[in-house]
């Protein structure tokens, strides 16, 4: 099968025409989350844009096999050899196991996702299900010579593995360059090369998680999980690999070594990577405090916050700008955005409604094949939106009886708007949406108001009612000097 889709391939640094490895099948894994404490909405961009990238391939008729793990092992902070098991951390924190905070972690990014309205993958892997063949995979690359052990820890050899392969192909990075921007190894440290990385790591006595293997009891290192999954499901090479650009310099390069090393091939023909949302311009993540919840989102009860917008509303918000562009966050971003998503709703009923006409005086028969253009050229959802939008200034003149349509063409329409809204970028009608719409949270704020007044006329019974239901029903009410504030 073959379109004229072009991908931007960070390989290569440029576009290149799709062409899938297997005629009319595409294998495509993305790495998925840690799930060690909630996705914030940076987390959630990435999974946005992969959805819009899936949703894609998936209209143009591919059979599109989509793997995205959840790491649930392995991630030691500061994503690099040393520091605490970022699971067990919160695990002695929240006083609970570490498979609890796993599943608790994982239930919240999956109810996320679908709020979002996100498909889910067709595999979701996790990295405590694949142990063994996490083992195998460490076995074959020491075999292959480019791993050591030490005293039960297993390192990679990059510096071994540079002189068959560039190691830093996918950032285009000579090993001296890495070299110099990394740390001299301190002197109990016991790796050979400044860049090694674990691919099995010593258990401590106390370490939480821990499993037997050739070389000793352990745990996997972060990076072998994803070329260890990609490989059992899609095979040694498959058509695409992505994540966030915070992974190309040490999580994918890594994978490709790994995968490389074991497998000798290359694991991914297309190496895909979304760009941040930030916050004033500085990166939204969990570690800079600047990482709002979706649900805080939704709701306003953040201080950057000047109030809460729906999930739609944010979900086109990120279809407006490219994945390979970076995204700021700001209220006044957010604000005009739920006016657009307003607008193009509004339209896309009013066209359902529109009235037929013998011969059409406006053109609408080429929004198909321009929406597709914008999107075979890297998925470039604001033009088709910026398309849409056009066409919406036809759908009002017929509205308004001062152009006409031909029957066919208004059905033509009418598909396009349901093909790319719908299934293409994923958009649902509000009201379909729970938890974010204006008279929701206006509801909400009429009883509290009405609570309040209760309270200045000494009618505790009706306040405490009014507190005591929202509370039960999971609402968090808190009294402030102004009034009040609520979130769910
Ligand atoms: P983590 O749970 O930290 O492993 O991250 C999950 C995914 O979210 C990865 O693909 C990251 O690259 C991505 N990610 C993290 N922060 C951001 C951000 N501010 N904007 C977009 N993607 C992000
Ligand atoms: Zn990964």
Not at 12 to 32: A, N, T, W
Not at 158 to 186: A, M, Q, S
Not at 435 to 449: F, P, Q, R, T, V
Request: aromatic share 10%; hydrophobic share 35%; charged share 25%.
């Amino acid at each position: 099968m073959e379109h004229k889709l072009y991908i931007y391939n960070t390989l290569s640094r440029k576009k290149e025409q799709f062409i899938p490895l297997h005629d009319d099948r595409v294998g495509m894994y993305v790495c998925g989350p840690t799930v060690y404490s909630d996705v914030h909405l940076g987390n959630c961009r990435t999974f946005i844009s992969f959805d819009l990238i899936y949703r894609y391939l998936l209209y143009l008729g591919y059979k599109v096999r989509y793997v995205r793990n959840i790491t649930d092992a392995g991630h030691l902070e500061g994503d690099r050899d040393e520091g605490d098991d970022k699971f067990a951390k919160k695990a002695k924190l929240e006083q609970l196991e570490p498979m609890e905070i796993v599943q608790k972690y994982s239930i919240g990014f999956h109810e996320i996702l679908s709020i979002f309205n996100t498909l889910p993958p067709s595999i979701e892997p996790t990295a405590t299900g694949h142990i063994s063949e996490q083992i195998e995979m460490v076995k074959a690359i020491l075999e292959s010579g480019y791993a050591y052990e030490i005293d039960g820890t297993v390192y990679f050899d990059v510096e071994k593995y540079n002189k068959d392969l560039p190691y830093g192909i996918l950032t285009n990075r000579k090993l001296e360059d890495l070299l110099e921007g990394t740390r001299e190894l301190g002197g109990q440290n016991e790796k050979k090369g400044r860049l090694d990385f674990a691919l099995w790591i010593k258990a401590k006595s106390e370490t939480l998680m821990q499993w037997p293997s050739p070389w000793g009891w352990g745990f996997p290192g972060w990076h072998i999980e994803c070329s260890a999954m990609s490989t059992k499901y899609l095979g040694t090479t498959f058509d695409i690999h992505g994540g966030g650009m915070d992974l190309q310099a040490t999580h994918h390069t890594n994978e490709i070594a790994q995968s490389q090393a074991c497998n000798h091939t290359a694991p991914a023909k297309y190496w895909m990577h979304t760009n941040m949302l930030t916050v004033n311009g500085v990166r939204m993540s969990k570690t800079a405090g600047n990482g709002f919840l979706p649900k805080e989102l939704f709701t306003g009860a953040h201080p950057l916050l000047e109030r809460g917008y729906s999930p739609m509303t944010v979900r086109f918000f990120m279809a407006q700008s490219h994945y390979r562009s970076t995204l700021d966050f700001s209220n006044e971003a957010l604000q005009a955005s739920e006016k657009g998503f307003e607008r193009l709703m509004d339209g896309y009923s009013r066209l359902q409604k529109l009235q037929a006409s013998a011969v059409s005086s406006v053109d609408t028969t080429s929004l198909r094949s321009k929406c597709e253009e914008a999107m075979n050229d890297d998925f470039n959802t604001p033009i088709v939106i910026a398309h849409l939008f056009e066409a919406l200034k036809a759908i009002n003149l017929v509205h308004d009886g001062k152009e006409t349509i031909s029957a066919e063409d208004l059905e033509e329409l009418k598909t396009v708007f349901s093909v790319f809204i719908e299934d293409v970028l994923g958009l649902k009608s509000e009201d379909e949406t729970s938890g974010g719409n204006e008279a929701y949270k206006g509801a909400i704020d009429l009883l509290l108001n009405m609570r309040l007044e209760a309270k200045q006329n000494k009618d505790w019974a009706t306040s405490d009612k009014i507190r005591n239901e929202l509370t039960a029903l999971g609402f968090e009410i808190k009294d402030t000097k102004d009034g009040f504030e609520w979130k769910i």
